[in-house]
């Protein structure tokens, strides 16, 4: 059974304060892995998606990376806009196009 | 239309009702998908429609739960005799092809509360 893990629930930085997010995945054979941001009171918005181990995407102030066994979303410098609740979800190869989501990382970034 | 859109935004109904949930997808997607989110958690796969179809249905969790998309584009999650337990964010999502590895888009979701 597929599974993804998202550390840690919660992380409180300062304005500037760069950090990372870990989402530990696992699957039979990975077709995809997604990030996404989801705002309160809103739906997933999409951020990247990486398809093969070794893969980065960057946009603004974010930067994803992957590896066999879990991905990193990197934030440079972040600014209080980039508070939100981030996602991870893969997809199987033998998943028939469903995603799998983590629990989610809740960044609060204090100005 | 411009993005994925859902209706009601909120609903909320007493335990025992019979309700509809509704799904405007992103106009040419040809793939849907229903996702339920409990408060802290990830979203979670009900089913999924290829055109009309729906190709795979493994995450309904009963037969209380049931989904149409008769023209291939607006669909409509129904939950008969509905319990507090399905109180959660019902959110849809779209791709172009619903071909694997092809991006999700997500509306903004259907809050239900169910008394």
């Known amino acids: 059974e597929d599974q993804v893990t998202q550390s840690p629930e919660a992380l409180r930085l300062q304005e500037g304060e760069s950090s990372s997010l870990n989402c530990s995945y696992t699957?039979?054979?990975?077709?995809?892995l997604f990030w996404y941001r989801q705002d309160p009171g809103k739906g997933p918005e999409f951020l990247f998606t990486?398809?093969?181990a070794g893969e980065e995407k960057e946009k603004e102030r974010l930067k994803a990376t992957l590896t066999k066994k879990e991905s990193f979303l990197h934030i440079t410098a972040p600014k209080p806009e980039d508070s939100a609740t981030y996602l991870c979800a893969v997809e199987d190869v033998q998943g028939a196009q469903k995603l799998v989501f983590g629990q989610g990382t809740r960044l609060t970034i204090n100005p | 239309g411009a993005g994925v859109s859902q209706t009601p935004s909120n609903k909320v109904t007493e335990k025992g009702k019979y309700v509809e949930l509704r799904c405007d997808p992103i106009?040419?997607?040809?793939?849907l998908y229903w996702y339920r989110q409990s408060l802290g958690q990830g979203p979670e796969f009900l089913i999924y429609f290829q055109g009309t179809g729906a190709a795979d249905d493994s995450g309904l969790p009963n037969d209380r739960f049931f989904a149409v998309r008769p023209e291939g584009s607006v669909s409509t999650l129904k939950i008969q005799r509905t319990e507090r337990g399905d109180s959660a964010v019902y959110l849809c999502?779209?791709?172009?092809?619903?071909?694997?590895?092809?991006?999700?888009?997500f509306g903004p979701g259907t809050r239900l509360l169910v008394l």
């Open positions: 999502a779209s791709t172009l092809g619903g071909g694997a590895g092809e991006t999700q888009y």
């Open positions: 990486l398809y093969s």
């Open positions: 699957v039979s054979g990975l077709r995809g």
């Open positions: 106009s040419g997607h040809t793939a």
